[in-house]
């Protein structure tokens, strides 16, 4: 229970208020039985109160929130145990409106007590709020009501949720294929802002031969990876930057011995996060910017595609490790690994013999983790040191999740294309029972709420719980939801 809510409690079972109370139409109502404090987890906080609306006198429940907006995040708008509620209190006016609506549609007022309590409560009251606004987070609305469901229930439903997502991922990255393939035919140079496919794209069949060239295939991989090192800050931009320095230009200089510096030079370059000042403070910063403008003004008459800016950038409030400079260097060394090692090729490989899970865990990981060297190491921007070394580009939670999100789906869709069914039955049992590194608040909330300990190491429940809280809970489709339904019927 919230500070702001406890100190309402008080005021609505002493009818501490200042002036009468009234609703939206200045409807006046009198409080003639508070009602009795619920102080199970579940059901409206105040049972059989009487209150007189007008001329009126209701026999019913009080439920009190925060905000307006609880009554939907809480799921009371779907919970039959809401039915018998007559009156819904707040405290912030956020959002507010004059009513809310019951499982069975009954309109039921809504009022803030802010206008009617004494000036010394009511301030207390904004504070308590303002400070709860700082910490508040979402919570399922099923949290607490779901120990009924037996825990079987649950992870089936979890299975389901986590092959949707994993089939979803598939259809995207298939989509994606067939838009590289139509933009190569109409020789369009990527990454383009707007354009109309037309019919005759949407009409197009494919066959597998339309898809046999390796390139798109390593393009895809390359612009998903970048995708996930970008997280949610940078992860378009570094997507169009993967579209910019592509493949095709890339492959002109894949048996240079100088190879991986040369995808670094690029991808700082055309990134437009390039420095402009000339010498730092730090000789290191100077010689380093000097390599990379160097290399670049020797291969850049190859490159025909456009320059960003530092602005299409996001810097702001990310701990030095996530800083785009560190995650451009990754990438970079990343993929120039996977392609002057075709390290696709190898992977498709992989899987016509027979892998354990363990052995997958060790083999898969080994190609994304990516240890620092070099200026970055312990560097986060342009003569910007960090506070300490840094071991990993890429550490193994963001090598697992490059693993689950990008390899397993690829290498999936690869194997349906051509037909290789026992290949892409073992890459899905791969993603069944794969073991995944790290965690992260949502999924360990979800995990909470629904009572599965440590159920997110497998990586089909890990995403699952992403799907469930993202396509589910916050869009309130709780009716939609197998656990929901029977919470809330």
């Known amino acids: 229970m919230s500070i702001s809510e406890k100190i309402i409690y008080e005021i609505w079972k002493e009818g501490k208020f200042k002036k009468e109370l009234a609703v939206e139409d200045l409807q006046k109502i009198e409080i003639i039985d508070p009602g009795t404090h619920n102080k199970d987890s579940a059901g409206p906080d105040f049972l059989n109160a009487r209150i007189k609306f007008g001329n009126i006198t209701y026999l019913g429940d009080v439920e009190i929130d925060s905000w307006y907006t609880d009554w939907k995040t809480h799921g009371h708008f779907f919970d039959k145990r809401y039915n018998k509620v007559i009156l819904h209190i707040v405290i912030s006016r956020d959002k507010h409106q004059p009513y809310v609506f019951c499982k069975d549609g009954r309109k039921v007022h809504s009022i803030c007590l802010l206008d009617f309590i004494d000036e010394n409560i009511h301030t207390a009251l904004i504070d308590a709020v303002k400070a709860e606004k700082q910490n508040r987070k ?54 383009i802002l707007k354009y109309d496919f037309g019919e005759d794209y949407y009409n197009k069949k494919y066959a597998p031969a339309d898809f046999s060239d390796i390139q798109i295939w390593e393009q895809l991989v390359y612009e998903m990876i970048f995708e996930a090192l970008g997280y ?8 169009k930057l993967a579209k910019a320095v592509n493949i095709p230009f890339l492959n002109n200089f894949r048996n240079d011995e100088n190879f991986e510096l040369i995808t670094e030079s690029a991808l700082f370059n055309v990134s437009g996060i390039l420095p402009q000042k000339a010498k ?15 290399v670049w003004n020797s291969i850049r008459q190859m490159y025909d595609g456009i320059i960003f800016k530092k602005e299409d950038w996001n810097f702001f409030k990310s701990r030095p490790q996530n800083f785009p400079t560190i995650r451009l260097r990754g990438g970079g060394l990343l993929i120039a690994h996977f392609l002057g090692s075709d390290v696709f090729q190898t992977l498709t490989n992989y899987f016509n013999e027979d892998r354990t899970v363990k052995d997958a865990n060790i083999v898969l990981r080994n190609y994304i983790i990516t240890e620092s060297k070099g200026y970055w190491a312990n560097h986060y921007n342009f003569d910007k040191k960090s506070p300490e070394k840094l071991n990993y580009f890429i550490g193994v939670s963001r090598a697992d999740e490059i693993i689950v999100n990008v390899l397993f789906p690829v290498l999936n869709l690869y194997f349906d294309i051509f037909e290789k069914k026992e290949q892409s039955r073992k890459v899905k049992q791969l993603y069944v029972h794969y073991t995944q590194y790290g965690s992260n608040m949502l999924v360990e909330q979800v995990e909470s709420t629904l009572g599965l300990t440590n159920a997110s190491r497998r990586s089909i429940n890990y995403q699952a719980m992403i799907e469930l809280f993202r396509n589910y809970c916050v869009k309130e489709r709780c009716l939609e939801c197998k656990i929901g339904q029977k919470v809330f019927n």
Do not use: A
């Open 138 to 191: 979402f919570d399922m609305p099923c949290l607490g009501r779901n120990d009924g469901i037996h825990k079987k229930e649950k992870l089936d439903f979890l299975f389901e949720l986590g092959v949707e997502r994993f089939n979803r991922k598939s259809k995207r990255f298939l989509d994606r294929l067939k838009e590289m393939i139509y933009l190569k035919e109409m020789k369009i140079r990527e990454p």
């Open 232 to 239: 949610s800050r940078n992860k378009e931009i570094m997507i």
């Open 280 to 294: 730092y403070y730090e000789e290191s910063t100077t010689e380093y910017l000097r390599q990379l403008i160097e």
